[in-house]
């Protein structure tokens, strides 16, 4: 399994940008897909978690602001970020379950700024 996420860049305050983890070795349909985020010495911390049924779990920084969504035929999931903050500022990684082992993408930095 390989993740490979992309789509990150330096973007407004208040600007919108859509991160994407492409998955190799198996469909992200079944599985629990993350997206966490890790600010220049602070610790990686959860933002949004689509689990194979559907099911999304919000950190509260993200809630109203982020969606994650999933595109079964590209084998991608997304995570769209809106109204960005200077603390929004971060790398953001994805992950993925499956059959109990966690599997970690690389990076995309995405940085909020005038």
């Known amino acids: 399994v390989q993740l490979q996420a992309s789509g990150g860049g330096l973007v407004q305050p208040g600007g919108s940008l859509r991160l994407s983890c492409t998955a190799s070795?198996?469909?992200?349909?079944?599985?629990?897909i993350g997206w966490f985020r890790q600010a220049p010495g602070k610790e990686r911390e959860g933002v949004l978690c689509?689990?194979?049924?559907?099911?999304?779990s919000y950190a509260d920084s993200a809630k109203g602001r982020f969606t994650i969504s999933r595109d079964i035929a590209k084998n991608t999931v997304y995570l769209q970020m809106h109204s960005l903050k200077p603390e929004d500022t971060a790398v953001y990684y994805c992950?993925?379950?499956?059959?109990?082992?966690?599997?970690w993408g690389q990076g995309t930095l995405v940085t909020v700024s005038s």
């Open positions: 070795g198996g469909s992200v349909n079944w599985w629990n």
């Open positions: 689509l689990n194979s049924a559907g099911s999304t």
């Open positions: 992950n993925a379950l499956n059959d109990g082992t966690l599997y």
